[in-house]
């Protein structure tokens, strides 16, 4: 598989390693241990079915208290509501017309379809010679049928 002139041996190459270089040295500061004030007591409770719990009690966390909000008046809360609802009537009126104009043009489109058909159907009727009336216009009074001034009873 191999030339017989190739050499099987890996390559000897010089090698050059690089240590990065420190911008600055940074000293840490030396911890000091810091002892509690008090050791604080061990608590060891008896709970109703006999099992016994031991460990420190822990004093309950104050929380921090809360900041006084500024009052606001109510004549700008109302302002303010009263922009934001004619914002909002602003908005739906814009969609309304929008609403209208496009079912107006719908109606109208509608309106000049029937005309189409029914101008198409009286055209129909017009121009098509039927064998019924031979021509004729045949009026039904009471009973009797009148056709072309004759009387037929």
């Given at each position: 598989m191999f030339p017989d002139h190739a050499s099987h041996q890996?390559?000897?190459r010089a090698v050059t390693i690089h240590q990065p270089t420190p911008i600055a040295t940074v000293?840490?500061?030396p911890l000091v241990p810091v002892q509690p004030g008090t050791v604080p007591a061990v608590t060891t409770i008896v709970?109703?079915?006999g099992r016994v719990i031991t460990g420190y009690a822990i004093a309950p966390?104050?929380?921090e208290p809360v900041t006084?909000?500024?009052v606001i008046s109510r004549a700008a809360v109302n302002i303010a509501l009263g922009g934001v609802g004619f914002a909002a009537v602003c908005g739906g009126l814009v969609l309304l017309t929008a609403f209208i104009a496009a079912l107006a043009a719908?109606?109208?489109q509608l309106i000049i379809l029937a005309a189409v058909i029914f101008g198409?159907?009286?055209a129909i009727q017009v121009f098509t010679a039927t064998g019924q009336h031979k021509g004729g216009t045949t009026v039904n009074i009471r009973k009797a049928?009148?056709?072309r001034n004759h009387f037929h009873g």
């Open positions: 890996p390559a000897q000293q840490a500061a709970l109703p079915d966390a104050h929380p006084v909000k500024p719908l109606i109208q198409g159907w009286i049928v009148i056709k």
